[in-house]
Every structure is written in structure tokens, then in C-alpha cells.
């Protein structure tokens, strides 16, 4: 048997061979990005891979999710790796699809290739030979929290539970046999070092807003009518000036857009529509700043005798990496990148749907550099395909050598004292709970609710 640092670097050699694999896998998802839910390309791409290296998987879980599992020796934890095939809607990414808008913005596109890079590492060193438990190679959909509507309507029609992609796979039990998780993100912040690990980072919910007015002619009788955008103006000035009123500690995010501000110059604005995140540090937090939000809706429709309806999604929860995960990846960082490459960030204001998985179980979620652009922004790229691709594919692989080698001693050390801060059950009933479309008229001041 060979020393634990032996495998490892047995690991990265193999992984080092399949460079021009693991490059071809991450530039043709670059190419070719899908929004979430419907990543059927780049899932097929990820299945043609484990089936190339033998891993047993299962397909089209919450539509387009692919899981593999790599067994061990003997019996033991399940450790999974993470990548996220969905990318964001930017049209105007030098890449994007001319169709759909979409565009790899973010940097999934490189999390699949070190996810399935990890994977080829792994299976090419025989590494299983010397690990217990699994290792789960999991590749997930729709973390970018975008096409709202279409979600909440496929929601309604029964086909979602949940609009994020990690939040449905729990609901359906696909994370009820893994017992740890982890994954990288990737960061194009130049003012940063290579690995960036931050303690914390905000959870969210989201809102979808429509005030509803009377058509009449703009210029003729405007008084005949009630003007939907002005109820908007109003409520958003109002959204503004609780700004003050929010702890600086929370970290709460709000930033509301408006979708639809009317139909015609010449009409008097009947409908619009808003969408919103409310973003916080803790659950707390973010649902005390969600009723201000609601309340500043309200004051806007009563202002202008107009209707608001709100609907409340759950959205993310904040995250929280473990804090023993954070010291091993915090070895293998040193030993892959340079020690003096790593550094500890501060909490995010961000929210990523890892958040939830780190509610229910020991789960880490760094960052790693390679990128150059904007995040989320049309010239965002990966442009050092060795730190973003490989060195990334690298440290998956040596932390679940980490955990799960010999006896997975040091996985089974964690799980010991790891206590959740929610089971499933209580996740589940706590986001479905946050599901809520009250109806407000202005007018009478009363409000209903839809079922």
C-alpha cells in the first residue's frame, strides 16, 4: 500500500497526463453554454466521460444532474465532488449563444472539467484500491439563480419543487447517501492570490413583483387611470430608504429591477413587473429585511390606489464552509499552488446554493483563480487553464484522498463531531414555508393570499 502522499502525487501525475482532455472538456462547455435545467448538451458530455472511465452513474436527475460514484475498498463515508453545469444569461459575452443569451460567465464550464479531471486522476492511479467508502462525482444543474418565472411556472405545473438546482436534488433525495461535500469556484479577481477561502457568504429569497393599475390615455385623461409605474417608483424609493435601517453586520443585498415598466408612451402604465433578491448573512436577517421590502410594496400601491401582488421564492441559504474541511484544503492548496498562494477571505455577499448543502452537512466551497474578465460580465474567460482546470482537478482529487484513505479515518474524525444545523426534513419545510403570493389592493388597504 502506498503512503498517502504517494497516492496523491500518483493522482496529479495522472491528472498532469490528461491535460489536453480535461482542456477539451472544459472549452467545449465554454462554447456551448446552457442555462440551468437545461444543460442536456454538457450532461451528455459528463455521462460519455464517466462511461469512458468506467464510473457507474445515474442521468437526468432534477432534469439534467449526472451522479457517479467511485467505491472504495471497503465501506465507509460517501465524499462527493461537485461541479455546476448551468451558466448565467450575459448576451452580450463574446461567447454567448445568439438564441438564448447565454454565456459562461462564471466559470462552470471549468468546475465541470476539474470535477471530470479529479474523476480521471482518481480512476487512472487505481486510487480506489486504497480508499474507503466512495467517492461521488456529482454534476449539478441550474445554480445560477436565473429565468425566474419560467422556474416558479414549471413549480406550479408540478414539474420543480425548488428553483435551484442543489436544493431540488436534496427535496428528491439524491444527497441522502452522501455525507460531505465540497467543490471550487473559480475567481478572475486580480487584487486577490491564487485560492481564496472566505468563512461565510449570504443566503437569499427571491421576489417576483407585478403592480397592477387602469389603462387610460397618457395625455387625454391620465386621471381616468392608475399608473402601475409610479406605484413601482414609489415602492422602490421606499425599498432605498430602509436602506439605513439594515445592520452592517446582516450584509443584506437588495436590488430590485424592473422587467416590464408598461406597454405604450401614450397609456397610462396598467401593469408592471419587478424581481428582486433580498440577500443576507443569516436566515434572520434576511427575512426581517424581506418584510421591509414588502412593506415599501405595499406603501407603493397604497400611495397610487394601485394593486401589488408579491411573491416570495425561497432562494438560497447562506453558507458556511466547515472549518476542519478549510484546514485540509488549506494543506493541499499549499502543496499545489505554493503556500504563499492561499489566503482567507471575508463573508461574501454573494449566495451560491452550496449554502444549503453546508446546512445539512460538512461542505466547503473555495475559489480559485484562472479567470480574467468581470465576473458575470461579457469578457469574463478562463484564460490559465492550468491553474483553472488542473491544479483546481488536483485539489478535489487530494482532498477525498484526504478523507477517505486507509480506513477514511479523517472523514469519519469530522462526521463525528459534526453536528447539523438543519436534518432535511426541517430544510424542506422551512423553504417550502418561504413559498408565499400575497395580493395587496391599495385602495382598501386589504390583502388575500393565494394558496
Given at each position: 500500500m502506498n503512503s498517502k502522499e504517494e497516492l496523491k502525487k500518483r493522482v496529479c501525475e495522472a491528472i498532469d497526463l490528461r491535460r489536453g482532455k480535461i482542456e477539451e472538456i472544459g472549452d467545449k462547455i465554454m462554447r456551448e453554454p446552457e442555462l440551468g435545467f437545461k444543460e442536456f448538451k454538457t450532461a451528455k458530455l459528463v455521462s460519455n466521460v464517466m462511461e469512458e472511465f468506467k464510473i457507474?452513474?445515474?442521468?437526468?436527475?432534477?432534469?439534467?444532474?449526472v451522479k457517479g460514484e467511485l467505491k472504495g475498498k471497503d465501506s465507509g463515508p460517501a465524499v462527493a465532488l461537485l461541479g455546476e453545469l448551468d451558466s448565467l444569461l450575459v448576451p452580450d459575452?463574446?461567447?454567448?449563444?445568439p438564441e438564448?443569451?447565454?454565456?459562461?460567465?462564471?466559470?462552470?464550464?471549468?468546475?465541470?472539467?476539474?470535477?471530470?479531471?479529479?474523476?480521471?486522476?482518481?480512476?487512472?492511479a487505481n486510487a480506489s484500491e486504497e480508499l474507503a467508502g466512495k467517492v461521488v462525482f456529482f454534476a449539478v444543474p441550474a445554480e445560477e439563480y436565473v429565468e425566474v418565472e419560467y422556474r416558479a411556472s414549471l413549480v406550479k405545473e408540478g414539474k420543480l419543487g425548488f428553483l435551484g438546482g442543489k436544493p431540488e436534488l436534496v427535496r428528491l433525495g439524491h444527497f441522502d447517501d452522501i455525507d460531505m461535500a465540497m467543490m471550487i469556484h473559480h475567481h478572475s479577481n486580480p487584487n486577490v492570490k491564487k485560492v481564496v477561502l472566505g468563512k461565510s457568504s449570504n443566503g437569499c429569497v427571491v421576489k417576483m413583483i407585478r403592480f397592477i393599475g387602469r389603462a387610460s390615455h397618457a395625455g387625454q385623461s391620465p386621471h381616468r387611470g392608475i399608473n402601475a409605474l409610479n406605484a413601482a417608483h414609489v415602492a422602490l424609493a421606499a425599498i432605498h430608504a430602509q436602506r439605513e435601517t439594515y445592520k452592517d453586520a446582516d450584509t443584506i443585498r437588495v436590488h430590485p429591477i424592473i422587467t416590464h415598466g408598461g406597454d405604450l408612451v401614450n397609456v397610462v402604465p396598467s401593469e408592471v413587473r419587478m424581481e428582486s433578491y433580498v440577500r443576507g448573512k443569516t436566515n434572520k436577517a434576511i427575512l426581517d429585511a424581506n418584510q421591509k421590502v414588502d412593506r415599501a410594496l405595499r406603501a407603493g400601491a397604497m400611495a397610487i390606489g394601485a394593486q401589488v401582488e408579491i411573491e416570495t421564492i425561497p432562494g438560497y441559504f447562506p453558507l458556511i464552509n466547515d472549518p476542519q474541511l478549510s484546514e485540509i484544503f488549506?494543506?493541499?492548496?499549499?502543496?499545489?499552488v505554493g503556500k504563499d498562494e492561499y489566503m482567507t477571505g471575508d463573508h461574501g455577499a454573494g449566495s451560491t446554493d452550496m449554502g444549503d448543502i453546508a446546512h445539512l452537512m460538512?461542505?466547503?466551497?473555495?475559489?480559485?483563480?484562472?479567470?480574467?474578465?468581470?465576473?458575470?460580465?461579457s469578457d469574463y474567460q478562463i484564460a490559465d487553464k492550468e491553474l483553472a482546470y488542473l491544479a483546481s482537478a488536483k485539489l478535489l482529487a487530494t482532498m477525498a484522498i484526504d478523507l477517505l484513505y486507509g480506513q477514511a479515518e479523517k472523514a469519519r474524525e469530522i462526521l463525528a463531531d459534526y453536528q447539523p444545523k438543519m436534518k432535511k426534513a426541517q430544510y424542506i419545510k422551512y423553504q417550502q414555508k418561504v413559498f408565499r403570493t400575497e395580493i395587496y389592493d391599495g385602495e382598501t388597504g386589504k390583502a388575500r393570499f393565494k394558496p
Open positions: 457507474p452513474h445515474q442521468t437526468k436527475l432534477a432534469f439534467t444532474g459575452h463574446f461567447l454567448a449563444d438564448t443569451g447565454a454565456a459562461h460567465a462564471c466559470g462552470h464550464n471549468a468546475q465541470i472539467a476539474s470535477l471530470m479531471g479529479a474523476m480521471m486522476g482518481l480512476v487512472d488549506e494543506d493541499n492548496s499549499a502543496a499545489i460538512p461542505a466547503l466551497h473555495p475559489a480559485i483563480g484562472g479567470a480574467v474578465g468581470r465576473n458575470h460580465g
